[in-house]
Each structure stands twice: as C-alpha cells, then as structure tokens.
T-cell receptor, first 114, second 115 residues
Framework: LAKTTQPISMDSYEGQEVNITCSHN???????ITWYQQFPSQGPRFIIQ???TKVTNEVASLFIPADRKSSTLSLPRVSLSDTAVYYC???????????????FGSGTRLSIRP | GAVVSQHPSRVICKSGTSVKIECRSL??????MFWYRQFPKKSLMLMAT?????????EQGVEKDKFLINHASLTLSTLTVTSAHPEDSSFYIC???????????FGPGTRLTVL
C-alpha cells in the first residue's frame, strides 16, 4: 500500500487560496488519489479524487503531475468553515482486492483565521 | 453522495460490558465495509475490512475476539466491542463501498466511553 506524507499543519486566512501537497512516492499503477476532509467528532467527507493531471469540482481542484508521486489539493478562497483535517489517501479501487482497503496517513490540520 | 449511518452516535457503558455499533448504507448496497477507530487528535486507524457474507479481515494488532464484526447483509455491518475496558474508549467510524465503485462513504462515527 502506498504511504503518504503530508504537512502536519497549515495556517491561512479567509479568502486565500490554500494548497496542500501530498507525497506518495511508491504509488502503484492502479492507485487513485483521494482527499477527505474531517471535522472534529465527524466522519471523513469525500472532497475529490483523481488519477492523473487535473480534476476540478465545485469545492476543490486536484493537481497530479505526470509521475504521480505527489498531488496537490487546492482550495480556492477558503473560509473559516474550511478549518479541518485533510487526508490524502492512495488506494486501488478494485472491489474485493486485498489492496482495496484505504489507510489513513496523519493528515494536515488546516487552520483558517479571519 | 451516498449516505452511511451509524447507531448509536454516542454510548457510555460500564467496564466489562459489551457494546454493539451498527453501520448502515441507506441508499446503496455495500459489498465492502470498513471499521476504523480514532483517538483524540490522531488519524483514523483501520481495524478490519468486511465483505458481505464472509468473515472480516482484521488488521495486525486488532483482536478479532474482542472486536466482533458481522456483515450479514449488503446494507448492515455491526461491530461489537466485547468486555469493554476504559482503553477501548474511542471514536469508531465505519465506511462502506459498493462493488466496483471508487468512492468510500463514511458514517458519522460513534463515540464510545467506557467507565
């Protein structure tokens, strides 16, 4: 299973763009990259998922370079409510495969200030 | 997205008793469900993976006789903490995934406090 490395914490201000980078040097060919957000005492919430290049949805963008050894979650114009822990996960989505379980890394604790 | 529920949301029990936590996929069939535990300010730790109709696969260091997992149907998995002790106090989170689908949907979690 690919291990991920993220910054432990980040601080930013309302209205700023926040980029959180995740390293996954031993990512496998079938692995997808998924980011989750977690607020205190809640389950993780899916943000975005990608395999290569760039993916964008209504809340974030995900940038993945050609070698796929890292990825960057970009949150445009953050607000106070974006204060949370963000997890980068790498895994094989094939159902039933022993490699399909998802292991959480330490995550990045993002704090947004007024 | 799909919805996963957990019941109860929080439970307090005495040491030595058993506690059952339910995880349900409300609007999809979950061929695979996962159970995690999370201590304060720590990341989620995978405890076990269960596929409907088969025995759960436990992660190294997780006692299968203490944490009983049953995945009897495509919409329900249960985690029973047997003979609970204060060190079992934690936040337990389940997740579910339907067959062939990338995304894993998480429940809201269950806060277990053992006195």
């Amino acid at each position: 299973l690919a291990k991920t490395t993220q910054p432990i914490s980040m601080d930013s201000y309302e209205g700023q763009e926040v980029n959180i980078t995740c390293s996954h040097n031993n990512i496998a060919t079938n692995d997808y990259i998924t980011w989750y957000q977690q607020f205190p005492s809640q389950g993780p919430r899916f943000i975005i998922q990608g395999y290569k290049t760039k993916v964008t949805n209504e809340v974030a963008s995900l940038f993945i370079p050609a070698d796929r050894k890292s990825s960057t979650l970009s949150l445009p114009r953050v607000s106070l409510s974006d204060t949370a822990v963000y997890y980068c996960l790498v895994g094989d989505p094939v159902s039933g495969s022993s490699a399909s379980k998802i292991i959480f890394g330490s995550g990045t604790r993002l704090s947004i200030r007024p | 997205g799909a919805v996963v529920s957990q019941h109860p949301s929080r439970v307090i029990c005495k040491s030595g008793t058993s506690v059952k936590i339910e995880c349900r996929s409300l609007d999809f069939q979950a061929t695979t469900m996962f159970w995690y535990r999370q201590f304060p300010k720590k990341s989620l730790m995978l405890m076990a993976t269960s596929n409907e109709g088969s025995k759960a696969t436990y992660e190294q260091g997780v006692e299968k006789d203490k944490f009983l997992i049953n995945h009897a149907s495509l919409t329900l998995s249960t985690l029973t903490v047997t003979s609970a002790h204060p060190e079992d106090s934690s936040f337990y989170i389940c997740s579910a995934r339907s067959g062939g689908y990338n995304e894993q949907f998480f429940g809201p979690g269950t806060r277990l406090t053992v006195l």
